[in-house]
């Protein structure tokens, strides 16, 4: 095969055509670099920091952090138009300053009651600093949810229309490098520097820090600067929508009923991307040890997205789009598989001696296949919404789509948090090793009910394939997918970051 047909050449060559970009697409790309930083590094210990820090028990703390990435996805829909009434510029100002004031309230609740001391309403210290903290959260939900439709519209605007679909790819990898650093480096530096305790206090400060950076990043960006300029012409000729007035007119179109269906029977496997920030955490420090390396362990996952995504974009391409999906959806669920077994059986494994070392070979092997499932999946999902979305309404269905498919957050927060509460509290290491605990009372049948919940999402698709899909994707082929390739990789990227 010549380099001129390798497809992995060329998949490469195709950033050669970043040349033509302004600077303005990478400083977007840096604000996006610094959010990503501040978004990572919170999310991954954000119950354990409600928990151990703030003083929230296990359901509370996994209730509000569901809620937090339910209230981001309200509020989307609800800022929605702002960017295009106001600019891009006052947008993205807004937003921070909302999203700051939200992190600082979360960071500082609990010194701000103890500092204080008021007695409101006869609540404690520590009640008085959780409410600061559930009021940072509803805040900071706010101004987060400003980020996402505001970066997506600057890398559309300073990308020109022939690189385009590589500014959206270079956005994705730099989101998951992003994720890979504040895993790898951000939070096990904190927690080995201060503690399991104060490790999560300073996590959240430094991400705020990081926020500020990217507030400051955006003063030098210029609105203006259009790489097409028909869009500058169109942006200035559209009318106005509201997104109350956009959902109602798409509403209306039987395409999008079928596709809501089609995302409410993802929301089992869905369930499963939120275990990463929601359930983990616990998991991991009640099962091994306090000082676990949180972070080194929850960079396999998006390291391994930057490498498939560099490495085997051009050959799923050879694939039909559902059946990717089915067998992504399939594989995720089907990892849960190495949680819910008995750990015992583990001992059956040359080299694994410990009940810890059993512990942390299930955690691998769970990550190492969701995570190839998630590859397979994600990327190919947000393909799918476009490609059924009518040509003059691709925007629309990908601003409103993943409405359901967040409410498996909120749901996984209540259910997340009783299961923990009952079947990995904190003490069950210890009652573990004294072998005075059944299947029915361990973590692995928490598991269990989780890999239920999963595996019902693929089955279902399956069973009503014919019913929510379209004929025309069915059908398709390689050589059928080229030319709806920029939409997909726009699609991409309003996906919440890596696995949220």
């Known amino acids: 095969m010549s380099n001129s047909s390798n497809p992995i050449v ?24 610094f959010e990503g930083l501040a978004y ?26 569901g809620l937090y990435t339910l209230f981001i996805s309200a509020f989307v829909f609800a800022v929605g138009s702002i960017c295009d009434i106001i600019g ?72 020109p229309i022939k690189a385009r679909s590589t500014g959206f790819n270079v956005y994705y990898l ?70 109350l007035q956009l959902f109602a007119e798409v509403w209306k179109e039987s395409a999008f009923r079928k596709l809501l269906l089609f995302l409410l029977l993802t929301l089992g496997v869905r369930i499963v991307f939120t275990l990463q920030f929601l359930v983990m955490p616990s998991y991991y420090v009640r099962t091994m040890y306090d000082d676990f390396s949180i972070g080194a362990i929850n960079g396999i996952n998006p390291c391994i997205i930057v490498s498939g995504l560099i490495l085997l974009i051009p050959v799923l391409g050879r694939f039909t789009t559902v059946s990717l999906m089915i067998v992504g959806m399939s594989i995720s669920a089907l990892s849960l598989l190495f949680m819910a077994v008995p750990i015992e059986w583990y001992f059956c494994v040359p080299g694994i001696e410990t009940r810890s070392q059993a512990y942390l070979f299930a955690i691998v092997a769970q990550i190492l296949v969701f995570a190839f499932g998630e590859l397979l999946f994600s990327p190919r999902f947000s393909e799918y919404v476009a490609r059924v979305a009518p040509k003059d309404k691709v925007a629309s269905y ?23 509460a009952n079947f990995c509290y904190d003490g069950i290491c210890a009652k573990m090793d004294t072998d005075h605990i059944s299947f029915f009372e361990s973590p ?10 999963a595996v019902i999402s693929p089955i279902a698709i399956i069973l009503t394939r014919k019913t929510i899909t379209s004929e025309k994707l069915e059908g398709e082929d390689s050589t059928n997918s080229q030319e709806p390739t920029q939409k997909s990789d ?3 990227a309003t996906e919440e970051p890596a696995n949220a």
Do not use: H
């Not at 998949?11 to 790309?29: A, G, H, I, Q, R």
């Open 10 to 33: 060329k998949y490469f060559s195709e950033f050669k055509v970043l040349n033509t970009v302004s600077k303005d697409f990478w400083l977007t790309n840096l604000v996006q670099f």
């Open 40 to 65: 990572f590094s919170m999310i991954t210990v954000f119950v354990l920091y409600l928990t151990e820090f703030c003083g929230f028990n296990d359901a509370d703390a996994t209730l509000w952090v």
């Open 88 to 159: 891009i510029r006052r947008t993205y100002l807004i937003g921070f300053i909302v999203l700051i004031t939200g992190r600082l309230l979360i960071g500082f609740g609990p010194d701000i009651a103890n500092w204080l001391n008021l007695s409101i309403f006869k609540a404690s210290t520590v009640e008085q600093g959780s409410w600061l903290v559930m009021t940072g959260i509803v805040v900071m939900s706010f101004g987060t949810a400003f980020m996402s439709p505001v970066i997506q519209t600057s890398i559309r605007r300073f990308t």
């Open 174 to 243: 730099l989101m998951n490098i992003a994720a890979v650093l504040a895993n790898v480096l951000i939070i096990d530096f904190f927690r080995a520097e201060f503690g399991n305790v104060q490790g999560g206090y300073w996590i959240i400060n430094f991400g705020t820090l990081m926020v500020l950076c990217g507030c400051v990043t955006t003063r030098f960006i210029n609105e203006n600067n259009y790489a097409e300029p028909s869009e500058r012409e169109a942006n200035q000729n559209a009318p106005q929508r509201r997104p």
């Open 398 to 420: 990908m601003a409103l789509a993943p409405l359901p498919m967040f409410i498996a957050k909120p749901i996984n927060g209540i259910v997340g948090g009783l299961l923990v």
């Open 444 to 453: 692995e049948f928490m598991w269990t009910i989780y890999f239920i919940l």
């Open 490 to 492: 726009t699609a991409q």
